[in-house]
């Protein structure tokens, strides 16, 4: 990587927030969110159903239906101002820049088209070269991520293929102009354990070897684990806790987190109970002024309602979201129950 | 682009694959419907009545304005009158050549029209949605509140007489339904995840609705269009019956089929003949647009 791309980070986010506006009432979708994530690195968004993965995700690259959403703060994409892009502009981002993959391999693929059609259509798109040389690269594609008979696959159709081998088409058509940025939503959640490890494996390798940005959202642990190089935790719009893999999952510091952790099924569990975190998230629409976590918290105390806990940095780069902890480098504070 | 070597596991996934011939999309299509032999049939019906219509001046054995008083009413097969005559003494078989033009015309045009015209319409109305879709869709409502005869006696009554104005009245009769099946076709189509992975691939608004949304959408609107064409020969005779659509002595189905009822009882078999054609005609359009479907669908 150059010195540049050292500098300005692939992506950045900055107090983003999104919310979805009706007549009724305003869902806080996405609030201040901040991230970066350098060329070449792979983050892990986890957070339960309705946290703002997705959201956050399509607002990277403006899929929110316009009307009815409100985006705030900076979006940046390799030095580009997504928010303030236009028309033309904001479509050669997508797909050429930045593009993803979908968790449903089952609908995302247009039905009455062959799959090597769609991937050349993407192809013809974003490079202008003829369709016949969007369909030799279609055919490269699919052998890059392994579709056995690559050549008879390219003129299958969607519901010819199994769900790996077309969750491996999407991420063909994904990686079809060669993005800096890949953003993956929840790819292998809709297939089956063995198929969702050759799937991540996949993913991670041809990662590597293109040196792509990929942000990847999910809410299993297993994954991130496999997959991530950073983690970011989210919880209800806000992120409430960052770091590496290793660090966020082997020693998480948020209460959330470790919630998290602890109501995971692990192998080596038979005959405990799974420790489940009470309560349920809470109502976008409206938002307790303090840490959005207090209500389910064990350790919660008065102060935790009172204000929105700041964003506590460690010093390794770490970030957590609760008033309990302290930036110092001494050992941090043992938490108890309240 | 990085090139990865398979592993031995993938290699050999390629090798046990069995060697299907891969075909294109139109040599599936051909070759589904050269074992579909009842679509074969219909289609080779569809394209012989069209023939015939157009080739009615060679085929027809007697001028069909020709009347003669003598000859009224004559059975099937009565001299040189293989169908028999009408009321007026002109050779049915003649006019039956003859009346297939305006018919076939009266029938096909204005549901082609309308099917380009109502499902621009009801694509639009469902892919843009919101306030544009209410006004759209409530226009259309307007219209279905009409029977649809009653709608195309009211605008051709308005507009006058003649083949023209009444084609005119019949498409915009097939407006309204085609454009709520394109709409609501659209609707469901427009929130799949393949519409949002499109844009997501940078495809700008007008592209996935030729594409995307067009691709998926046609079907549907194609097969209730063609199922139409054998009402709007229907309705097309009906206006002729009002002195609307095609005026005598023209030759139409429809006009025939009126002008014979006052006859049942004389020559029921002659009277039918008109309507045996309609029957036929409509029956042969109906099971090749099924046929072409299933053929043209590549999800069966």
């Known amino acids: ?338 | 682009m990085a090139n990865i070597t398979m592993s031995p596991a993938d290699a050999a996934a390629v090798q046990g694959a069995p060697s299907v011939r891969v075909r294109s999309y139109w040599q599936n299509v051909g070759y589904r419907l050269r074992y579909d032999y009842l679509t074969l049939f219909f289609g080779a019906m569809v394209i012989l009545i069209i023939l015939s219509a157009i080739f009615a001046p060679l085929l027809a054995p007697m001028d069909p304005y020709q009347s003669s008083l003598i000859n009224r009413l004559k059975p099937i097969g009565y001299k040189d009158f293989l169908l028999g005559t009408d009321e007026l003494g002109r050779d049915i078989l003649s006019r039956m050549l003859y009346g297939g033009r305006i018919s076939l015309t009266m029938g096909i045009v204005p549901v082609l029209i309308a099917t380009i015209v109502g499902g621009s319409l009801g694509i639009v109305a469902g892919f843009v949605g919101g306030r544009t879709n209410m006004i759209i869709m409530r226009t259309v409502d307007v219209f279905y509140a009409f029977p649809s005869i009653l709608l195309a006696v009211a605008i051709s009554g308005a507009m006058g007489g003649g083949i023209v104005n009444g084609m005119l009245s019949l498409t915009l009769v097939f407006i309204p339904p085609l454009c709520r099946v394109a709409e609501t076709a659209t609707s469901q189509v427009r929130n799949l995840d393949f519409v949002e992975a499109a844009r997501a691939t940078g495809a700008r608004t007008l592209s996935i609705i030729r594409v995307h949304i067009l691709g998926n959408v046609l079907g549907p609107i194609l097969v209730y269009s063609s199922s139409m064409v054998s009402v709007s020969i229907l309705l097309a005779s009906g206006l002729s019956f009002l002195g609307l659509g095609v005026t005598p002595p023209e030759p139409d189905w429809g006009l025939m089929l009126n002008t014979l009822r006052q006859a049942i009882y004389i020559n029921p078999v002659v009277c039918a003949i008109p309507g045996v054609a309609i029957l036929i005609t409509s029956i042969c359009f109906n099971l090749v647009s099924d046929g072409l479907r299933s053929a043209m669908d590549v999800r069966l």
């Open chain 1, 1 to 338: 990587m150059s010195d540049t791309a050292k500098k300005t980070p692939l992506v950045r986010l900055e107090d983003l927030n999104v919310k979805f506006v009706t007549r009724e009432s305003t869902v806080n979708a996405v609030n201040d969110v901040n991230l970066t994530l350098e060329a070449g690195e792979v983050l892990c968004i986890i957070g339960e159903s309705g946290s703002g993965k997705s959201v956050s995700m399509r607002a990277l690259m403006r899929l929110l239906p316009e009307r009815r959403t409100r985006i705030s703060g900076t979006i940046e994409v390799d030095g580009k101002d997504v928010l303030s892009l236009k028309g033309a502009e904001l479509s050669d981002l997508r797909g050429g820049l930045v593009s993803m993959i979908f968790q449903e391999p089952m609908t995302a693929l247009d039905p009455v088209f062959s799959v090597g059609h769609q991937i050349a259509e993407t192809v013809r798109r974003h490079e202008g070269c003829s369709y016949d040389k969007g369909m030799e690269r279609a055919l490269e594609l699919l052998e890059l991520v392994k579709v056995p008979s690559a050549e008879r696959r390219l003129k299958a159709f969607p519901h010819e293929l199994s769900g790996g081998l077309r969750q491996r088409a999407m991420i063909a058509m994904a990686l079809s102009c060669r993005p800096k940025l890949l953003l993956a939503d929840e790819p292998t959640t809709a297939l089956d354990a063995t198929v969702q490890i050759q799937v991540l494996i996949l993913l991670r390798k041809i990662q590597a070897e293109m040196g792509m940005g990929v942000i990847f959202v999910t809410h299993d642990l297993g994954v991130a684990a496999e997959i991530a190089d950073r983690v970011a935790v989210m919880y209800a719009g806000r992120i409430v806790e960052t770091g590496t893999v290793q660090e966020v999952l082997g020693n998480p510091k948020h209460p959330y987190t470790q919630g998290m952790l602890s109501s995971t099924v692990h192998g080596n569990m038979r005959g405990k109970d799974i420790e489940a975190i009470p309560g349920s998230p809470p109502d976008l629409r409206a938002m307790p002024p303090g840490c959005s976590f207090a209500p389910r918290c064990k350790y919660a105390e008065p102060a935790c309602t009172a204000a929105l806990p700041p964003e506590v940095v460690f010093e390794d780069g770490r970030m957590a979201r609760c008033i309990k902890l302290t930036p110092s480098a001494a050992p941090e504070k043992e938490l108890v129950p309240a």
